[in-house]
Structure formats: C-alpha cells, structure tokens
C-alpha cells in the first residue's frame, strides 16, 4: 500500500515512538472510522491499518482492504512518549464521540480491553458485612485519587 494515503497532523512529533491515529474509510460496506494507537514506526513504515478484532467487522475489514485499498485514508492525529499515554488518549477519543454505541465507528467498545492498564484500586466496602474494613482509605489513596480525578478533567482531546 503506497504511503499516499497517510497523513500527519501538525500535532506529531517524529521522535515520540507511540501515537493515536484515526482511519477513513470511503465505501459503504463498514462505518467510516477506526479509531486505535500502535507504534510510530509501524504506521510510517510498515503501513499498518488497525487491527480490528470485533465479530461484526474483522472479516470484512480484511476483505476490503484488501481488495479496495484506495478507499482507506489514514491520519495520525498525535504522537506520544510512551504507549501509556497513546492509550490513555485514544480511550478518551473514543469516550468523547462514543464510539462503543455509535454506528459511526468500526470500534465495537470505548477502550481497548487488551491494552495494558494500571492495577485496580480495590473497592473499598462499608457495612456490617465489612466492618473489618470500616470504610477508610489511606491518605496515600486519598491523594492519589485527587491527582487523578484532576488530570482526568483537566485533559483534552486536542
């Protein structure tokens, strides 16, 4: 696949190794977008185009792209340091157009299950079935929570 279908944002910066792109796809057969991330190196050079695993659409996908190229168009939106943060951002992307309901998306769901994530937080259970646990958190859970409640709202998509 030649690399004229590929375009960059003014957003991204060739050193960076992970990035967010978004993939247009011009026929009628699937919706017009795929969302995802990967490695810089692997969208300038390999020509990657997604891996889209949903029932509904991964056999199709394959099939036309395969059989008719030039009605995918791809764009990297942003580049990243590391792949926590492409992650991170392309979770937000999806959320804010909610890709996982919409019709519009080939992406079945808001964020990536397989992708690696930081380790859950236990809950923190309250009641006379946990009065071991008496409801408290530590103050380093407290802070923690804070920063990131105010970085989860303090973010934006573009």
């Excluded at 011009?26 to 020509?47: A, C, H, M, Q, T």
């Excluded at 990243?80 to 991170?88: D, L």
């Excluded at 646990?133 to 802070?143: D, F, P, Q, V, Y």
């Amino acid at each position: 696949m030649s690399s004229k279908n590929l375009f960059i944002s003014s957003r991204v910066d060739p050193s960076w190794k992970w990035c967010v792109y978004v993939i247009t796809y011009s026929g009628d057969k699937l919706p017009p977008f795929y969302v995802g991330y990967v490695g810089l190196d692997r969208i300038l050079n390999e020509g990657y185009h997604g891996s889209v695993c949903s029932q509904k659409y991964e056999a199709l996908w394959k099939s036309e792209l395969k059989e008719n190229p030039h009605l995918f168009r791809r764009k990297i939106l942003r580049s990243f340091k590391t792949q926590k943060e492409a992650i991170r951002f392309e979770g937000e992307f999806l959320s804010h157009f909610g890709a996982g309901t919409s019709r519009l998306f080939v992406n079945m769901s808001s964020n990536k299950p397989s992708a690696p994530r930081e380790p859950q937080v236990p809950r923190v259970r309250v009641g006379p079935k946990h009065a071991p646990l008496k409801g408290i958190r530590s103050w380093e859970s407290r802070a923690r929570n804070s920063r990131l409640n105010k970085l989860s709202s303090q973010s934006t998509l573009f």
